[in-house]
């Protein structure tokens, strides 16, 4: 709940303003998708995810794209996870750092908002009639979101 409201909150007095050299603009209300435990409810997930998407959308103007976005994240992230996280391990874990260490984590963080964003912006262009500014903006965005993502997860960690 405290992971919701602060992102929420952050993204809409100051995320929403960003927008470096008219392609990156970070999209980290996706980092919240990336903090669910591996055996959370889907359903869930999916529920919370739309949910921030919503707040997202009512911030920035963006009728039902974050929400969008956001509810994909949380479909596809479970499977992400998996690629990282042996059947073996803990039921429960929690990705993070400490946790996945840095050899995984940033990688399964690479790929879940690489697949945020694409769908964020997939649904934003509703086409692909200029590729070349959909893949700037994928690319800048997910770098942006990245550096903003793991420099919370350094603070996390402390």
């Known amino acids: 709940m405290g992971w919701f409201a602060g992102l929420a909150a952050l993204w809409a007095v100051l995320l929403v303003r ?6 990156a603009a970070p999209l980290l209300f996706v980092y919240f998708v990336a903090t669910f435990r ?3 409810p889907r359903w869930a997930a999916m529920a919370w995810s739309f949910a921030l998407g919503l707040c997202a959308d009512a ?3 963006t009728p039902g794209m974050a929400a969008a976005s956001m509810t994909f994240a949380a479909f ?9 996280v042996q059947r073996e391990e803990d039921g429960d874990i929690a990705p993070s750092l400490s946790t996945l260490g840095w ?3 940033p990688t399964y963080l690479f790929i879940l908002v690489a697949a945020h964003h694409t ?3 997939a649904v ?3 086409s692909l009639a200029d590729p ?5 903006c994928v690319g800048g965005s997910t770098a942006l979101t990245m550096a903003m993502a793991l420099a919370i997860e350094m603070l996390r960690r402390k």
């Open 103 to 105: 050899g995984k984590y």
């Open 124 to 126: 934003e262009a509703f």
């Open 18 to 23: 960003i927008n470096l050299f008219g392609v």
């Open 132 to 136: 070349l500014y959909a893949l700037e």
């Open 38 to 40: 591996r055996n959370y």
């Open 76 to 84: 596809v992230q479970p499977y992400i996870l998996s690629l990282f």
């Open 59 to 61: 911030a920035s103007n």
């Open 119 to 121: 769908a964020f912006y």
